[in-house]
């Protein structure tokens, strides 16, 4: 069985920095894509960041430039580090891991961590 486990939410100020960490467990293969979505109560869940199995990226306009997404080697773990953080930024994060396999899609959810910033 797939498991995503997020670490790294919790209280900051605005203007700081947090670190998320995804790390898997059960797979036997390498995801494809790999991702950070976020989403605040009432609404619905966004994007936030992507990476492929190549490196390639993709953030969302409301994050570029403050925040980067990486992950190493063929280990099926993903980080999101989190600069100038802004009080809207405050929502659940969620890892997320998608692709195919064998020709079937398939997509796994974290159980996500919450992050506050204060103003």
């Known amino acids: 069985q797939v498991q995503l486990v997020e670490s790294g939410g919790g209280l900051v100020q605005a203007g700081g920095s947090l670190r998320l960490s995804c790390v898997t467990s059960?797979?036997?293969?390498?995801?494809?894509?790999m991702a950070w979505y976020r989403q605040v109560p009432g609404n619905q869940r966004e994007l936030v960041s992507e990476i492929s199995s190549d490196r390639s990226t993709n953030y969302a306009d409301s994050v570029k430039g403050r925040f980067t997404i990486s992950r190493y080697g063929i280990v099926n773990s993903v980080h999101l580090q989190m600069n100038s953080l802004k009080p809207e930024d405050t929502a659940v994060y969620y890892c997320?891991?998608?692709?195919?396999?064998?020709?079937?899609?398939?997509?796994?959810w974290g159980q996500g961590t919450q992050v506050t910033v204060s103003s």
């Open positions: 997320n891991a998608n692709g195919r396999w064998a020709g079937r899609p398939y997509e796994y």
């Open positions: 059960g797979s036997k293969f390498s995801f494809t894509n």
